[in-house]
């Protein structure tokens, strides 16, 4: 599976950005789908997974009810809609395809697009 991601960019607090993650390889539509993002100093963490199925969403808490994950196996995309942005939402965010159901863990990933900037001014 190969991961594009791509929708970041600079927004003002309080706006939003769609990122879209967009997959080849006939196995993703059997693939949870995770976002990650990483910003300056600290380490990568998990922001929301979907499972294969789209049938179930995990998002951090930090991002429940501001973020959300879907996708569209037909199109081998993966979105992640972000709304109410706040300047801590800065970082570089990464997609991820996994088999297994421990979401959280970047180490259940075992394919990552390259990263899009998402910078959230104050």
């Known amino acids: 599976v190969q991961l594009q991601a791509s929708g970041g960019g600079l927004v003002q607090a309080g706006g939003s950005l769609r990122l879209s993650c967009a997959a080849s390889?006939?196995?993703?539509?059997?693939?949870?789908m995770g976002w990650f993002r990483q910003a300056p100093g600290k380490e990568r963490e998990f922001v929301a997974a979907?499972?294969?199925?789209?049938?179930?969403?995990y998002p951090t808490d930090s991002v429940k009810g501001r973020f959300t994950i879907s996708r569209d196996n037909a199109k081998n995309t993966v979105e992640l809609q972000m709304n109410n942005l706040k300047p801590e939402d800065t970082a570089v965010y990464y997609c991820?395809?996994?088999?297994?159901?421990?979401?959280?863990?970047?180490?259940?990933?075992?394919?990552w697009g390259q990263g899009t900037l998402v910078t959230v001014s104050s």
């Open positions: 979907i499972t294969w199925t789209g049938r179930s969403t």
């Open positions: 991820a395809a996994a088999w297994g159901d421990n979401y959280y863990d970047t180490t259940a990933y075992g394919y």
């Open positions: 390889g006939r196995t993703f539509s059997t693939a949870a």
